[in-house]
């Protein structure tokens, strides 16, 4: 096994993401059934039971690499890093290496549309055809989505299905494209807009579209690219340096296939094609993660209000925005979010416990066995941080 280091306070397009573009799963509640065993105190999770845990998660599941981080009142607690950057190869990772959050960076784009409503550029709750129409003066859109708002798609429950729209020929078709990614989410949000809704609004469908939607909005009323806003709006504001889309580039971690394959970031097969970007294309160093994970717990870049209204799911439904909202869990105190994401070569779980102000992250650049080391890496953290 091949390591650096640890920190402490105590002494995606290729073939298969084609056949399988979306495998950006939640964590359902079997991992939270696990935290809420018998459960040490915080005070004995020490440097060393950590690291063994991040250990144990890299020998029993073989990613590439495995990392991982806790932060407790807007201070890291632990950080570990394991394994290499590329299989085979012989650079280990960094504590500081860039890694992809995939569909984790949804609950940013949420937090970019919470930074709009603050503005006064769009509202609460605002009825989809009257954003739009701000937006994108004379774009058409069917009546079937009059009773809709834009909360519903980052809800995923507006009746926007992938399986109509995110077809492996549509991610083909934009991956070769040679218009640039705004052009690409404008035309998806024209011609889905022009349509009935594909299903009922308030049926819970996990999807990208949702997403690649609530993006162009933010273009249409920002006056700027996704990836702009993203600068201006969350990276430059929260001190995000190292924040960036698609696979990263460098000296860094490489993506790796199923069969654990090395895919090199300056390969279109990398990653998913831009125009998703809006829902799962960034990346950034676990310390500016952290950043992001912190702001969402804390007043400060958005208000308090804001913050509510992203963390809280609708009644009787299990997804906020941008994020997975499973209950109340004992060993938060409160209210747990959790939320995967992955473009099939990269894995990234987050955890958030808003009451306790506590954050867990653990990310791996091998998605196929990086997903299985990420969720037992993440039990043990939620473990010893059980009570306290």
């Given at each position: 096994?091949?390591?650096?280091?640890?920190?402490?306070?105590?002494?995606?397009?290729?073939?298969?993401?084609?056949?399988?573009?979306?495998?950006?799963?939640?964590?359902?509640?079997?991992?939270?059934?696990?935290?809420?065993?018998?459960?040490?105190?915080?005070?004995?999770?020490?440097?060393?039971?950590?690291?063994?845990?991040?250990?144990?998660?890299?020998?029993?599941?073989?990613?590439?690499?495995?990392?991982?981080?806790?932060?407790?009142?807007?201070?890291?607690?632990?950080?570990?890093?394991?394994?290499?950057?590329?299989?085979?190869?012989?650079?280990?990772?960094?504590?500081?290496?860039?890694?992809?959050?995939?569909?984790?960076?949804?609950?940013?784009?949420?937090?970019?549309?919470?930074?709009?409503?603050?503005?006064?550029?769009?509202?609460?709750?605002?009825?989809?055809?009257?954003?739009?129409?701000?937006?994108?003066?004379?774009?058409?859109?069917?009546?079937?989505?009059?009773?809709?708002?834009?909360?519903?798609?980052?809800?995923h429950r507006a009746g926007l299905y992938d399986q109509t729209h995110v077809t492996p020929q549509w991610i083909m078709t934009a991956a070769f494209s040679k218009d640039p990614p705004t052009v690409q989410r404008h035309a998806m949000l024209a011609s889905v807009l022009a349509a009935a809704p594909d299903g009922p609004l308030g049926t819970y469908s996990y999807g990208n579209a949702n997403y690649i939607l609530a993006g162009a909005l933010l273009e249409g009323l920002g006056g700027q690219t996704w990836e702009a806003l993203m600068q201006a709006?969350?990276?430059?504001?929260?001190?995000?340096?190292?924040?960036?889309?698609?696979?990263?580039?460098?000296?860094?971690?490489?993506?790796?296939?199923?069969?654990?394959?090395?895919?090199?970031?300056?390969?279109?097969?990398?990653?998913?094609?831009?125009?998703?970007?809006?829902?799962?294309?960034?990346?950034?160093?676990?310390?500016?993660?952290?950043?992001?994970?912190?702001?969402?717990?804390?007043?400060?870049?958005?208000?308090?209000?804001?913050?509510?209204?992203?963390?809280?799911?609708?009644?009787?439904?299990?997804?906020?925005?941008?994020?997975?909202?499973?209950?109340?869990?004992?060993?938060?105190?409160?209210?747990?979010?959790?939320?995967?994401?992955?473009?099939?070569?990269?894995?990234?779980?987050?955890?958030?416990?808003?009451?306790?102000?506590?954050?867990?992250?653990?990310?791996?650049?091998?998605?196929?066995?990086?997903?299985?080391?990420?969720?037992?890496?993440?039990?043990?953290?939620?473990?010893?941080?059980?009570?306290?």
């Amino acid at each position: 096994m091949v390591k650096h280091g640890r920190m402490s306070k105590y002494p995606d397009v290729r073939a298969a993401a084609l056949q399988n573009p979306d495998r950006r799963l939640l964590l359902g509640a079997g991992l939270f059934a696990g935290a809420a065993t018998v459960l040490p105190r915080w005070a004995i999770a020490r440097e060393a039971d950590l690291d063994a845990a991040l250990d144990r998660a890299l020998t029993t599941h073989k990613p590439a690499a495995l990392s991982g981080a806790i932060w407790r009142d807007g201070s890291l607690v632990w950080k570990g890093a394991a394994g290499l950057r590329r299989a085979g190869g012989n650079e280990a990772v960094s504590l500081t290496d860039k890694w992809h959050l995939g569909s984790n960076s949804k609950a940013m784009t949420a937090a970019v549309w919470a930074r709009f409503v603050e503005q006064g550029k769009v509202a609460w709750n605002e009825p989809l055809p009257d954003v739009v129409s701000r937006a994108y003066p004379g774009l058409t859109v069917h009546g079937g989505w009059s009773d809709r708002t834009v909360e519903d798609l980052m809800r995923h429950r507006a009746g926007l299905y992938d399986q109509t729209h995110v077809t492996p020929q549509w991610i083909m078709t934009a991956a070769f494209s040679k218009d640039p990614p705004t052009v690409q989410r404008h035309a998806m949000l024209a011609s889905v807009l022009a349509a009935a809704p594909d299903g009922p609004l308030g049926t819970y469908s996990y999807g990208n579209a949702n997403y690649i939607l609530a993006g162009a909005l933010l273009e249409g009323l920002g006056g700027q690219t996704w990836e702009a806003l993203m600068q201006a709006e969350l990276f430059e504001p929260l001190g995000i340096g190292s924040g960036g889309f698609g696979a990263p580039k460098g000296d860094q971690p490489w993506g790796h296939t199923d069969a654990g394959t090395a895919v090199d970031p300056a390969t279109i097969q990398s990653d998913n094609p831009a125009v998703l970007g809006p829902a799962g294309t960034v990346h950034m160093n676990l310390d500016d993660y952290g950043r992001f994970l912190n702001a969402m717990m804390t007043p400060g870049w958005l208000s308090g209000g804001s913050l509510s209204y992203l963390l809280t799911p609708l009644a009787g439904e299990v997804y906020a925005l941008g994020w997975g909202a499973p209950g109340v869990k004992a060993w938060a105190q409160g209210p747990a979010f959790v939320h995967n994401g992955s473009n099939t070569m990269w894995f990234a779980t987050a955890v958030l416990a808003p009451t306790r102000k506590m954050a867990f992250v653990t990310v791996s650049n091998d998605a196929d066995k990086g997903g299985p080391a990420c969720s037992a890496l993440i039990r043990e953290m939620l473990n010893s941080a059980g009570a306290n």
